[in-house]
């Protein structure tokens, strides 16, 4: 059998259907359904039952997950030995938010490949929070607090945050008529609503969302509503006006470094740790906001 086709099996038993493991695994949905019938072709076994609602565990496959799990965590942990133990070459992944990710870190990370000619690259742009036990990635920025034990954490930087509408939205529309722009409902989201309620001592109804900083913004700059952006990003976009700022501090975002703890042996990603813990000083000098 495949060994890697245990772990479609585990990420699609968690998400219950193909278009949710896919997102998580980065692939096509008829990649993870065609992995899913290897295996079961291999094993000999029906492990799901393909359903309206979703792909659901048989009782072999339930049987079988924590089985898996055992498997997959001494795969995972050979490889991230393995990882460890090799010179500063080769491929590190590395998970930051999309907006942080291309306007503030990656134009930094890239004196490190110039200055490492074996290093390679893998910028991983996601909203989401990867599995650093999983190797989703190697190393990750993060701009809310990890929660998963065992990992190693370093406090990197803080930005300041504000409100903001479209150039004259607030002299166009009544405050009583003002509208959300928002994040999914995430700890991120969730700090970001609670935020503004503060601000304005009441909650905006809110008929838009989304997972990203970037579509947040363009929707703010076509005049839908109002929303919460990273100074960094809405003092330097003309469509935009701040309408308040986080002058107490409390809606400011903290980016934290997050590593596995086998992987901090990889000289590869120490270096990595290292730009990024420089990285971050040159930010915050840069926008002290």
Known sequence: MNWNDLRYFLVLAEEGSLSGAARRLRKEHTTVARRIESLESDVGTKL???????????????????????????ALSFERQAKGDEGAHGVVRISVP?????VLFAPRLARLLTAHK?????????????????READIAVR?????????????????????????GYRDQVPEPDWEFCGYEDTAYGASKKEWV???????????????????????????????VLPRYLGDKDDRLE????????????????VVHPDMRRSPG????????????????EEFQI
């Open 98 to 102: 999309p907006v942080a990710g291309r």
């Open 242 to 257: 701040l309408i308040h700022a986080d002058t107490d501090g409390h809606g400011r975002e903290t980016g934290w470094l």
């Open 48 to 74: 799901f039952d393909r359903l309206p609602r979703g792909w659901q565990l048989t009782t072999a496959g339930q049987n079988l997950v924590p089985v898996a799990e055992r498997v997959e965590q001494e």
């Open 143 to 167: 701009m809310v607090t990890p929660r998963e034990p065992g990992l190693i954490t370093r406090k990197l930087l803080e930005l300041g945050v504000g409100l903001y509408g479209a150039a």
């Open 269 to 284: 990603v120490r270096l990595v740790m290292d730009a990024l813990i420089k990285a971050a000083d040159e930010i915050a």
């Open 118 to 134: 074996g290093l390679e690259f893998e910028i991983i742009g996601a909203a989401n929070v990867v599995n650093l036990a999983r």
């Open 197 to 227: 309620r503060t601000v304005l001592g009441r909650e905006l109804p809110c008929r838009f969302r989304a997972d990203d900083t970037e579509t947040v913004r363009q929707f703010i700059a076509a005049g839908h509503g109002v929303g």
